[in-house]
Nanobody
């Protein structure tokens, strides 16, 4: 069982930056593939970024490539999403997710665990 807690969301102006954190419970965090998704009001939950459990492979949505960076610190049981050059269209609730011993996953239904989400609002 893994519990995920996101933090770091907030209100930022367009062009600004935020770093989201996803703190995981448990001793086997290093064996989990991690992903970030976002959901805007009235829309489906969309893929943002992910890496495999080894951390070697990563994937990004086209809309965030070159602006967002996913990373992890296994010693801290934490995954991160660095978001730069934020745009109003990045406004959403951001969720992290985990899947045991998996490669890169872009589909929501393949993840085993989800956090509660953190709100990111980008003003124009």
């Amino acid at each position: 069982q893994v519990q995920l807690v996101e933090s770091g969301g907030g209100l930022v102006q367009a062009g600004g930056s935020l770093r989201l954190s996803c703190a995981a419970s448990g001793r086997t965090f290093s064996k989990y593939a991690m992903g970030w998704f976002r959901q805007a009001p009235g829309k489906e939950r969309d893929f943002v970024a992910a890496f495999s459990w080894t951390g070697i492979s990563t994937s990004y949505a086209d809309s965030v490539k070159g602006r967002f960076t996913i990373s992890r610190d296994n010693a801290k049981n934490t995954a991160y999403l660095q978001m730069n050059s934020l745009k109003p269209e990045d406004t959403a609730v951001y969720y992290c997710a985990a899947a045991y011993l998996r490669g890169v996953i872009v589909n929501t239904d393949e993840y085993d665990y989800w956090g509660q989400g953190t709100q990111v609002t980008v003003s124009s």
